[in-house]
């Protein structure tokens, strides 16, 4: 049974800081990894996706890195902003459409 | 981007009533779609497979009977949540992947549902 951890659970950071989020999954046969983000209250935004055969995908200030072998992935966002405060989920497809989400990291940006 | 809709985005209902959550695809067709509960502080919990032109797929523990899920069109599933009560208050969020975009997963905004 595929297991998603995501370390830390919780981060505060001044704005302006670069920092990296991590996620960690047991089973490595993955068809794809997504980040998203979470707002209070509301549903999910897809961030970025990073099909299992690529190494990183980059949407701006994101940029996603995946080493299917190690079974981890983060999510790099440089130059943070109040605006990027969230909780940030990453969650693994194993090919049947199917997510296994992470636990989740919950990030405060201090202005 | 791709869209997908949920109504309605918060519900109050009374203990016994039944509530029918919407999840609608609006940028592409989707065969599939699925349905999570949400409880404070904590990830997605999938409760079913929403499955186009056939019966739902239940994950362990989830009472089908309970939460009826109809996917009557490939843009449109809906969740009923029946004989409502109280520990059936939650956040619920619906998703369907666009399999002709990599199987990017899409959300809806989510339904707040409390019971009283």
């Known amino acids: 049974k595929q297991e998603v951890t995501q370390i830390p659970a919780a981060l505060s950071v001044p704005e302006g800081e670069n920092l990296v989020l991590n996620c960690s999954f047991t089973?490595?046969?993955?068809?794809?990894l997504q980040w998203f983000r979470q707002d209070p209250g509301k549903g999910l935004t897809s961030l970025l996706l990073i099909q299992s055969s690529q190494r990183e995908q980059t949407s701006g200030r994101l940029n996603a890195s995946l080493d299917k072998s190690s079974g981890r992935s983060t999510l790099y966002i440089a130059a943070s902003q109040p605006g990027d405060s969230a909780t940030y989920l990453c969650a693994v497809s194993g090919g049947n459409e199917k997510l296994t989400f992470g636990t989740g990291t919950r990030l405060t940006i201090i202005p | 981007g791709a869209v997908v809709s949920q109504h309605p985005s918060w519900v109050i209902c009374k203990s016994g009533t039944s509530v029918k959550i919407e999840c609608r695809s609006l940028d592409f067709q989707a065969t599939t779609m699925f349905w999570y509960r949400q409880f404070p502080k904590q990830s997605l919990m999938l409760m079913a497979t929403?499955?186009?032109?056939?019966?739902?797929?239940?994950e362990q523990g989830v009472e089908k009977d309970k939460f009826l899920i109809n996917h009557a069109s490939l843009t449109l599933s809906t969740l009923t949540v029946t004989s409502a009560h109280p520990e059936d208050s939650s956040f619920y969020i619906c998703?369907?992947?666009?399999?002709?975009?990599?199987?990017?997963?899409?959300f809806g905004q989510g339904t707040r549902l409390t019971v009283v």
């Open positions: 998703s369907a992947p666009w399999v002709g975009h990599n199987t990017e997963a899409f």
């Open positions: 089973d490595s046969a993955i068809y794809n």
């Open positions: 929403s499955n186009e032109g056939s019966k739902a797929t239940y």
